[in-house]
């Protein structure tokens, strides 16, 4: 599966869209992008993912490029509660394991 | 979403001892679970891949002596720490996957802390 690189941490004030990024330039065909978050001493929790167009539910949206080597999520009015860390990951699409990287640890500020 | 509850939730044991962790698909048949550990302030690391009525699959690095993974129903696998020791103090996460699934369901975590 193709490794994906995140920032480390970002901040975003309450209530604005906080946009992170995920680079994943090795990604294949076949790979799709996943996006989970973690709240503190918790499962993750599934967000959003696509294979090549964007997509949007309740929660995210989710912005991939064209040429599918980097991708943005957005959560679009964040609130304190969205703070958590978010791991973005690429995987084919059998439903194999998940290899999770350092991921971003967002921090909504008041 | 699918629910993946995990018991206990937390677990203080003596070092020498044995831990079983168990993960339930509360409301459909996981085929697949996966069992994780986090130390604190590091990602998740996949420990091993079970299918149920099969033998787990180990990721590299892995003791399977140690980490002994059933998966015997299709809504239970259980992840037994043997000869626990401080270093294996960590956070154990569990997922599942279902028939034909792509997608997976996480439980809670369980804290282990080895004295």
């Known amino acids: 599966d193709a490794k994906t690189t995140q920032p480390t941490s970002m901040d975003c004030a309450e209530g604005r869209a906080a946009n992170l990024p995920c680079n994943h330039s090795t990604i294949s065909g076949n790979e799709y992008v996943y996006w989970y978050r973690q709240i503190h001493s918790q499962g993750p929790q599934y967000i959003i993912h696509g294979l090549k167009n964007n997509e949007t539910n309740e929660m995210a949206s989710l912005i991939i490029t064209e040429d599918r080597k980097s991708s943005t999520l957005i959560l679009p009015h964040a609130t304190l509660r969205d703070t958590a860390v978010y791991y973005c990951?690429?995987?084919?699409?059998?439903?194999?394991?998940?290899?999770f990287g350092t991921g971003t640890s967002l921090t909504v500020i008041p | 979403g699918a629910v993946v509850s995990q018991h206990p939730s937390w677990v203080i044991c003596k070092s020498g001892t044995s831990v079983k962790i168990e993960c339930r698909s509360l409301d459909f048949q996981a085929t697949t679970m996966f069992w994780y550990r986090q130390f604190p302030k590091q990602s998740l690391m996949l420990m091993a891949t079970s299918n149920e009525g099969s033998k787990a699959t180990y990721e590299q690095g892995v003791e399977k002596d140690k980490f002994l993974i059933n998966h015997a129903s299709l809504t239970l696998s259980t992840l037994t720490v043997t000869s626990a020791h401080p270093e294996d103090s960590s956070f154990y996460i569990c997922?599942?996957?279902?028939?034909?699934?792509?997608?997976?369901?996480f439980g809670p975590g369980t804290r282990l802390t080895v004295l």
């Open positions: 990951i690429v995987r084919r699409d059998t439903g194999n394991q998940f290899y």
């Open positions: 997922s599942a996957r279902g028939f034909g699934g792509t997608e997976q369901f």
